[in-house]
């Protein structure tokens, strides 16, 4: 069981908007804006899409989006494209003894 | 642009030590201020992280795999490598390396490396 609660599948179709939800405690989620969230296509290895809980790395493109409240952090793709069906991880610093919780992953698949 | 390489062995029986490195080529593994993680991911299953090490030798490791887990790093190679202990079957995964942007991000990722566990 992972430490993070995440739907086990999602679906949309182009153009949509979904939202991926990631729920944690006070002691990961909630208690540190260090939320990060993953991408990987089958076979591949996973791509760093949304850190610092809404912040964008370089490339990613502005239809990822990041939030969060409470217990609570969100992904949201919007206008979603074939090449987004995937699986999606979120991630969350936990402290300095467990240091980082991911969880159980969300497959997206666009119909 | 940074590349990370994992090699090892594919096969490791149980009980034995399985040991992997991770090679890291387009940049020095001691430049700026990052850690360096092993992640395993068992086929059809989420990511768990291992754990980590700066290129001071200053490891963390992940509470439930302590106990098995050694992170070592050669800043002269420009590689860091893991060992993980007493393998039983439910160590079967693809193992991978990757960098940690600080507090807790990983923004570079080897290719994965599948490691069976398997007499």
């Known amino acids: 069981q992972s430490a993070l609660t995440q739907p086990r599948s999602v679906s949309g179709s182009p153009g949509q908007s979904v939202t991926i939800s990631c729920t944690g405690t006070?002691?990961?989620?909630?208690?540190?804006?260090?939320v990060s969230w993953y991408q990987q296509h089958p076979g591949k290895a996973p791509k760093l899409m949304i850190y610092?809980?809404?912040k964008r790395p370089s490339g990613v493109p502005d239809r990822f989006s990041g939030s969060k409240s409470g217990n609570t952090a969100s992904l949201t793709i919007s206008g979603l494209q074939a090449e987004d069906e995937a699986d999606y991880y979120c991630?969350?610093?936990?402290?300095?003894?467990?240091?980082?919780?991911f969880g159980g992953g969300t497959k997206l698949t666009v119909l | 642009q940074v590349q990370l390489q994992e090699s090892g062995p594919g096969l490791v029986k149980p009980s034995q030590t399985l040991s992997l490195t991770c090679t890291v080529s387009?940049?020095?593994?001691?430049?700026?201020?990052?850690?360096w993680s092993w992640i395993r991911q068992p086929a059809g299953k989420g990511l768990e992280w291992i754990g980590r090490?700066?290129?001071?030798?200053?490891?963390n490791y992940n509470p439930s795999l302590k106990s098995r887990v050694t992170i070592s790093v050669d800043t002269s190679k420009n590689q860091f490598s893991l060992k993980l202990s007493s393998v039983t079957a439910a160590d079967t995964a693809v193992y991978y390396c990757?960098?940690?942007?600080?507090?807790?991000?990983?923004?570079?990722w080897g290719q994965g490396t599948l490691v069976t566990v398997s007499s």
């Open positions: 090490i700066y290129t001071s030798g200053s490891t």
């Open positions: 990757a960098r940690v942007l600080l507090p807790w991000y990983f923004d570079y």
């Open positions: 610092d809980v809404s």
């Open positions: 006070s002691s990961d989620v909630g208690g540190y804006n260090y």
């Open positions: 991630c969350s610093y936990a402290g300095s003894y467990t240091f980082g919780v």
């Open positions: 387009g940049g020095s593994i001691s430049s700026g201020s990052y850690y």
